[in-house]
């Protein structure tokens, strides 16, 4: 299991700029490229939804198998909500984003850093929406003429308000891709990674094969 390191996102490292997602994501196909064919698996949490679409089309065209892409607490939405989302969000103070955070108990607390570190926790958040918003407005914009085979499964859970409604709002995905699933955890909020970590797993291990379903009244 790799994790990606996004530039410009450790609070420690105050001299490093963010990069842009196309900068990332040529980076990670080369890492991943370098490992071998694949298969691979690709999960993307919210912001980092649109970072691994990209990444798997990249890695697609690079020979590399994409198993599956697994989109967490993320929809598509249409162009005009992702526009009035950016200008909301480039709006906002670095302190204002921040203390937002702080009061989701799911992302952690940069309340907890000093005023300066936290601010940049802020900024690094504004930086991966504005970019993912951005690249979803263009994908709704002017929409693919080659779906990805790889199929992609939408993870939410049912108390996270980002996602309310993904019960129909979660197949405007199939604009990208041939075959769109949804897996539903019972609760969660927008960063159940962090706060239900067993049953995000769960799903992965399920939707890839790895492990086989429990069937009904088995426990």
Do not use: C, N
């Amino acid at each position: 299991v790799q994790a990606v390191e996004l530039p410009g996102h450790d609070v420690s490292a105050e001299t490093e700029e963010f990069s842009p997602m196309s900068e990332v994501v040529e980076k990670v196909v080369a890492e991943v490229t370098g490992l071998g064919s694949g298969p691979i698996v690709l999960w993307g949490h919210s912001a980092g939804a649109a970072f691994a679409i990209e990444t798997a089309k990249q890695l697609t065209r690079s020979g590399v198998h994409v198993q599956r892409v697994f989109l967490g607490a993320q929809l598509l939405g249409d162009a005009g909500e992702r526009r009035r989302a950016i200008g909301e969000m480039a709006d906002r103070s670095d302190a204002e984003i921040a203390a937002a955070l702080s009061a989701d108990t799911g992302y952690g607390d940069p309340g907890a850093l000093d005023a300066q570190r936290a601010e940049h926790v802020g900024a690094a958040f504004r930086h991966d929406f504005l970019s993912a918003s951005r690249y979803l407005a263009e994908v709704l914009d002017d929409p693919p003429t080659e779906k990805l085979e790889t199929p992609l499964t939408v993870v939410v859970a049912a108390d996270d308000p980002v996602t309310e409604g993904f019960e129909e709002r979660f197949a405007a995905w199939q604009l990208v891709a041939e075959q769109v699933d949804v897996s539903v955890l019972t609760d969660g909020g927008h960063y159940f990674p962090r706060t239900r970590p067993t049953e995000s797993a769960e799903v992965v291990l399920r939707d890839t094969g790895l492990v086989a379903p429990v069937p009904a009244g088995d426990g």
